[in-house]
């Protein structure tokens, strides 16, 4: 069993539509981490969570300690959001747990 | 402010050389950890260093090897490569209680 499960594995939408990537894990966490990784490698870190909620623009991340989860919400989505979004836990220590991630296209 | 730098960004190395990757963080990060991606087994931890000692570390075999310098830049090794090596290595930076800022990767291939 993975310590970080992501669902879903892919998903596909268009243009506008409100978009919703989940994140569960089995670990006791100090932080949860979202990041984005275009075609070509690169890794940006969105967000990190360690309760609550957090926006930044068009992007939304919320946690919920007690249940273990986490989701992040695109709105009004864009193609330029077409890309793997990786959701990885952390544990005291710096340790990490990544999920597989999610692979979002947005058709115009 | 300048990023993460890894460098080299691509590199093609023989089973059984061996490899060192070097990574400097933003100025004034003073962790830095590396990371392994590859398509079948996804994004996994290596190790972790913070002041020049090494924090943590994941469930790579001793072959996987890193020291952090006095300015924080980072170098990894892997001794005896094997084609399974071959994969994309990160490395990213953060301060006391702050995000992380990953470099761009090095892709090595194992021939």
């Known amino acids: 069993k993975n310590e970080v499960e992501q669902s879903p594995q892919n998903l596909t939408a268009q243009e506008g539509e409100f978009i919703t990537i989940n994140c569960s894990y089995s670990?006791?966490?100090?932080?949860l981490h979202w990041l984005q990784q275009h075609p070509g490698g690169g890794i940006v870190s969105l967000f990190m969570l360690s309760s609550g909620k957090k926006k930044h623009g068009r992007l939304i991340a919320t946690i919920n300690i007690q249940e273990k989860h986490s989701s992040l919400h695109i709105t009004a989505s864009h193609p330029r959001d077409s890309a793997v979004y990786i959701c990885a836990a952390s544990l005291i220590g710096n340790q990490f747990y990544f999920g597989t991630g999610t692979s979002l296209t947005v058709i115009p | 402010k300048a990023g993460v730098t890894q460098t080299p960004r691509y590199l093609i190395k023989t089973r059984g050389q061996q490899v060192t990757l070097s990574c400097s963080p933003i100025?004034?990060?003073?962790?830095v950890s590396w990371y392994q991606q590859t398509p079948g087994q996804g994004l996994q931890f290596l190790f972790e260093?913070?002041?020049?000692?090494?924090?943590n570390k994941g469930n790579f075999p001793g072959r996987f090897s890193g020291r952090q310098f006095s300015n924080s830049r980072s170098e990894m090794n892997v001794s005896t490569l094997e084609l399974g090596d071959s994969a994309l290595y990160l490395c990213?930076?953060?301060?006391?209680?702050?995000?992380?800022?990953f470099g761009s990767g090095t892709r090595l291939t194992v021939v």
């Open positions: 990213a930076s953060s301060s006391a209680g702050g995000g992380y800022t």
């Open positions: 100025s004034g990060h003073r962790s």
């Open positions: 670990v006791g966490i100090s932080a």
């Open positions: 260093y913070f002041s020049e000692t090494q924090r």
